[in-house]
């Protein structure tokens, strides 16, 4: 059974500064690719980071230069800073499987969400 871990989330204003934190054992993290993907009101999913081959990260275009993905042991993280309105929503720490794409489709397992709340 995969599990994934995840924290942090809040409510900041516009500008604001958060971090997500999701914990998955040594295993999952070598044999799948873990990122994180979100649900905005009224949008379909969205990847929005992941680590793939290499120890290289992909970013959706959305949060390129504002959220960075980053690992230490067994604790993915997902600093987002420079956060808008339109980054409100529910953040997954999810997996795929290698060499799949950054769609939320490519995403088969998923954590229970965590909630990130952006005032403007």
């Known amino acids: 059974q995969i599990e994934l871990m995840e924290a942090g989330g809040g409510s900041v204003q516009a500008g604001g500064y958060l971090r997500l934190s999701c914990e998955a054992s040594?295993?999952?993290?070598?044999?799948?690719?873990l990122g994180w993907v979100r649900q905005i009101p009224g949008k379909e999913c969205e990847g929005v980071a992941r680590?793939?081959?290499?120890?290289r990260v992909e970013y959706a275009e959305s949060v390129k230069d504002r959220f960075t993905l980053s690992r230490a042991k067994n604790v993915m993280y997902l600093q987002m800073k420079l956060l808008k309105p339109g980054d409100h929503g529910t953040y997954y720490c999810a997996g795929s499987s290698r060499g799949s794409g950054l769609r939320a489709s490519d995403f088969w397992f998923w954590g229970k969400g965590t909630q990130v709340a952006v005032s403007s």
């Open positions: 040594e295993d999952t993290f070598s044999r799948y690719w």
């Open positions: 680590f793939i081959a290499g120890g």
